[in-house]
């Protein structure tokens, strides 16, 4: 995939076109499942990257893990 010339988004941009909140957005980035990219201070993503098919249940997904957890 050729991510030349592709703007980064940052973390709000990132939760919306995902449909999360950021606490799950955080959540995929440390468990591995949502590609980040730290310059600076700040983490960035590739849009190109969020759309990939694997990432289109992560609410679903994280809404189960923490229920099941709190349970």
């Known amino acids: 995939m050729n991510h ?10 990132a939760c919306q076109m995902l449909g999360i909140d950021d606490h799950c957005l955080l959540q995929g980035i440390n468990d ?3 590609p980040a990219y730290r310059i600076g201070e700040a983490v960035r993503f590739r849009p190109s990257e969020l759309r990939h098919p694997a990432l289109s249940g992560l609410a ?3 809404l189960i893990r923490d229920e099941n957890f709190a349970a």
């Not at 010339?5 to 941009?13: F, N, Q, R, S, V």
Request: charged content about 20%.
């Open 4 to 13: 030349l010339g592709e703007d980064l988004i940052g973390p709000a941009a």
């Open 32 to 34: 591995g499942i949502v």
């Open 60 to 62: 679903e997904c994280y």
